[in-house]
């Protein structure tokens, strides 16, 4: 059944020989383990053939979704984050404290600011949230299932127990199986047991009371089938599996991302401005003698105003906007805090396959060199996979079986043929071997697989043939070599029967086609017009990986294949990893070495990849790339799906990453320093004056209403030249913005305070609403010139909807003091003379503030390169819990 809210504990690995003990029940997969496999299917009421889609169905309204947990945005539990922000306890704090010593209005005009600040960033995040569903309804993974005898795509969620499902390399499984056929099954099951080598499956029963890591006989859902195939039947499926409880028992939040930890660090320093100015304020109004609640008020309401209350709005609006353009662009992202890494990108590690390529593979022409028929030769292909003899179906097969299978349209020649065992594929031999019989013959074992691991098993290779298969590598064709040897007598097979003593004789090769796809030049082009450089890892050789990329126009500095990969230590593959553009023959073990080896020298980098050998690399990299249509694993251990796999799609998902950074940069820069400004404005103005120069609700209304004039900086424009260098936090640079910004805001502030003093002989009331009046118009403005690196308006024009809230935001705040609440929020009319010389004191600020800029960003230097975090273990069970969630809408 679905948790809702799972509980926060540890995931422990399951021990191997962990027996279950007299008071507990078994699990369902373990009390099924010890059965035969007939007498479970007996018992589920299911079959050879399957349920039928009307007894699914039943069952699926009865027990409900194979899911772990729901995804499903709750308002009152934003609203409880939102009551958990340390700003609103600070207001809440403020309010009780005015309410206590009888100070009604200021409890009533804080209260009610509290409450704006709290519906405002309700509505927003909600929102956010309400798009992060939507987002997620539209990530679906299926199961290959048996039903009623035919064979469907299924979401996974949608599996019920008794339900028959087919397992092939790659897969995830989808729930616990009780497996009823299996041919050379090994499953990854390190993320239940902690054990990194497979294990290998069968059919046999186990003894009762055998631990979940000996289970045979069973395939564990989350586990990840690392060679062969099988047919299972689902016996337990969402909590009750036993990865469900697990995953279940896991905080429901990932990791950090690079973006949240840098959004940390902002707030951890914030905190600390905030702590020190704040209780400086306090200690030397007391030391001066002041009201100690009066100045306690006072001090609360600067840590308040120094601020920026609706940053989480701002960013999680953000985030809602870029989502939702990112998937118009049909990209989707699991999680919207990955859009600002994705816009971090410098470096992109990418397979040929589907993005240099069109990814259509096509089988050519086969090429005999033994003297058999190229008919001949194809169908011992088609032998030698994982294609069903009697339907010959396309579902399940791998890209160039598929093609190979689409490719033969004479199969006349697999009649008789009957396959009698087979080692499947896996990527460390790198072959598929079968043992078949064709009616009235002898067995035959056939050997298919990558060239550079089937001829050295091979005796006797004409030169002729070693020949042919260079010259089609040099034409970038992929190819598949076929040998094979008579196997008299045989009924099964042993890796040794592969023909590792060199007795197999060679038949020819397969030839495939993946043409170079349209649009792959211009949009590398385009990736490097945004500041990241690609290489390529792939499984393909050398020869044909470097064709393709000197076909693109790449610049090749360098070319690495696995065998050399593996000679080299950590240090010197860090010191070439930067240096190689094609990494050629590479294993899922290398390919992750590479991308860590990446990371270490400081680069932000993608992989995209969608293969089973690329799950690794994924989990590694900063940001994991995958497609819709990739394998299990590699979906789960991405970041980032896109619905077309193509690097211009891509693109556009790192330019509205950076776009969306720019946007949150901008609230951030501009919070920090015209709040850091006007905060030691008043300040050290509390410390001269006999008075407060503002009192503590005419501060909040202030934060809140610059606040609420920058909640439309999402939908606001960003310059072309903002989006072409990879986007990142810089605390450092932040600080530096504040004390250089901070200061020119004080410096008008002090103006004021001396026009106010000495031109107009201003009373505290209407001392207090010129500064609000100067002080909302300057912390606004300055928005206009520090969201561009451009002059303002004339080479740079900011969205409409920003010129109209800020241009609102002080027309109200000019408006309060003539308003019928001045009396209630202590504001006074002013004279006509002050508006005159505030237009004047405004120009002169801007003027000011712009030759700043110019400066500031003229010495705004690169982050220096440093290593990434590692990835935590509770990464990936939290990734791979993510396919077993229920639709929001369920």
Known sequence: MVAEDPASSSAVPVDRGARVSGAEAPSPVRRVAAQEADQVLHELGSGLSGLDPAGAAARLAADGPNAIRMHRARPWRVLGRQLRSPIVLMLFGTAFVAGLV???TDAGVIGAILLLSVGLGFVNEFRAERAADAMHDRMRHVAIVHRSGATLRVDVTELV?????????????????????????????????????????????????????????????????????????????????????????????????????GLGRFSSFLLIVALVLTTSIFAVAVALGRPLIESLLFSLAIAVGITPQLLPAVVSTSLAAGSRAMARRRVLVKRMVCI???????????????????????????????????????????????????????????????????????RSGLVGWRRLDAIPFDHERRTTTVLA??????????????????????????????????????????????????????ETLAVAAEGADGRLTLDGFLVFTDEIKPGARASLLRLADLGISVKVCTGDGAVVATR???DLGMTIQGTLTGDQIDELDDGRLIELAERTTVFARVSPEQKARVVRALRHQGRAVGFLGDGVNDALALHGADVGISVDSAVDVAKDAADVLLLDKDLDVLADGVTEGRRIFANTIKYVMMGTSSNF???????AASIVLPFLPMLPGQILLNNLLYDASQLVIPADRVDPEQLRAPSHWDIAAVRRFMLLFGPISSLFDFATFGLMLFVFHAAPPEFRSGWFIESIATQTLIVFAIRTHRVPFFRSRPAPVLVVTVLAAIAVGAWLPYSPLNGLLGFTP???????????????????????KR????????????????????RRVLRRAARFTARSGR
Do not use: W
């Not at 089609?472 to 008299?488: M, N």
């Not at 400004?677 to 300040?683: E, I, L, Q, R, W």
């Not at 010495?859 to 390169?865: L, M, N, S, Y």
């Open 340 to 410: 600002e890494d994705l816009g971090d990108l410098d470096l992109l590690v990418t397979d040929k396959t589907g993005t240099l390529t069109s990814g259509e593979i096509t089988f050519r022409e086969a090429v005999p060199v033994s003297g058999g028929t190229a008919q001949a030769l194809a169908e011992r292909g088609l032998l030698a996979s994982d294609a069903d003899l009697a339907a010959l179906s396309g579902i399940g097969l791998n890209a160039l079986d598929a093609a190979l299978l689409a490719g033969v349209a004479d």
């Open 437 to 490: 019989r064709r009616d009235g013959e002898d067995p035959t074992i056939i050997v298919k697989g990558a060239a550079e691991s089937v001829l050295p098993r091979c005796e006797g290779v004409p030169v002729a043939a070693s020949a042919r298969l260079d010259d089609l590598y040099r034409e970038g064709f992929r190819v598949v070599a076929v040998a094979g040897r008579r196997a008299p007598g045989a």
């Open 830 to 852: 002013l004279p006509a003379p002050f508006f005159l010389a505030l237009v004047g004191m405004l120009i002169l600020y801007l003027v000011l503030v712009e030759l700043a």
């Open 855 to 874: 400066g500031y960003f003229r010495r705004v230097g690169a982050r220096p390169p440093r290593a990434r975090a590692p990835r935590r273990p509770a």
């Open 161 to 261: 127990v008794g339900d028959l499902v087919a397992l092939s390399v790659g897969s995830v499984v989808p729930a616990d199986l009780r497996l009823v056929r299996a041919e050379g099954l090994e499953c990854d099951e390190s993320i239940l047991t902690g054990e990194s080598v497979p294990a290998v499956k069968g059919v046999a029963p186990v003894p009762a009371g055998t631990g979940v890591g000996e289970l045979s006989c069973c395939a564990l859902m989350g586990t990840v089938v690392h060679a062969g195939t099988a047919l299972g039947v689902v016996v337990a499926t969402g909590r009750d599996a036993e990865f469900g409880r697990i995953a279940a028992g896991l905080a429901a939040q990932e990791p950090q991302t690079e973006f949240q930890r």
């Open 548 to 550: 393709t990329c000197a």
């Open 677 to 683: 400004g006007n905060m030691f404005s008043a300040s």
């Open 102 to 104: 009888g100070d009604a």
